[in-house]
């Protein structure tokens, strides 16, 4: 069981805008920044989004993330078969003094 | 440009240890926070801990499932975090990867290692 809570799984076809949501609490996304990642299969996780809402360079501008509250979402707009891969939350959990990932959300690209 | 290379991953028997390494290049390790996480098979990631920058007095803190039982290090002047993993368990069966922190509170993993994996199996 995650701290943070995210689906385990999305779809979406070609094209269209798809959302991840995260929830958490105020000791963690509440109070603190999240980060997104994005990893593919095999791989090392890659940073998308900094500090709730920031791209890294290089990252596309369809990926775009906002926070409200103890909650957080990742949208991707334009969804392109290269986009089929795992994505986590991550937050400071200053209860547990320690970093916390959302459990993964699955995307499929139809 | 900045990159990670873990090594030391294996087969070890539960209760016993293994240490990983961390090999930066392109950077100064001692001026960044370095984190360890994990991911089980088929599982999610896992904080494992992390050290901060010496700006930040080199302090550490652990996941509650390795406190006591790993151990985050730095040696600055070869460019080399280590995570020296002890009483291992089968459930610390995962992929370690390193990462640069540029949060000293806080999950801003910017760079990755490839990742290094250890088996813990009798």
């Known amino acids: 069981q995650s701290v943070l809570t995210q689906p385990p799984s999305e779809s979406g076809t070609p094209g269209q805008r798809v959302t991840i949501p995260c929830s958490g609490s105020t000791s963690n996304v509440g109070g603190f920044y999240v980060y997104w990642f994005q990893q593919v299969p095999g791989k090392a996780p890659k940073l998308l989004i900094q500090?709730?809402?920031q791209r890294p360079s290089g990252v596309p501008h369809r990926f775009s993330a906002s926070k409200s509250g103890t909650s957080a979402s990742l949208a991707i707009s334009g969804l392109q078969s290269e986009d089929e891969a795992d994505y986590y939350c991550?937050?400071?959990?200053?209860?547990?003094?320690?970093?916390?990932f959302g459990g993964g959300t699955r995307l499929t690209v139809l | 440009e900045v990159r990670l290379v873990e090594s030391g991953g294996g087969l070890a028997q539960p209760g016993r240890s293994l240490r990983l390494a961390c090999k930066a290049s392109g950077i100064n390790l001692g001026d960044y926070s370095l984190s360890w996480v994990r991911q089980a098979p088929g599982k999610g990631l896992e904080w494992v801990g992390f050290l901060r920058s010496n700006a930040y007095g080199g302090t550490t803190e652990y996941a509650a499932s390795v406190k006591g039982r790993f151990t985050i290090s730095r040696d600055d002047s070869n460019g080399i975090a280590y995570l020296q993993m002890n009483s291992l368990k089968i459930a610390d069966t995962a992929v370690y990867f390193c990462?640069?922190?540029?949060?000293?509170?806080?999950?801003?993993?910017?760079?990755w290692g490839q990742g290094t994996l250890v088996t813990v199996s009798s």
């Open positions: 991550a937050a400071w959990d200053d209860s547990l003094r320690g970093v916390v």
């Open positions: 990462s640069r922190n540029l949060a000293s509170y806080g999950a801003w993993f910017d760079v």
């Open positions: 500090t709730n809402n």
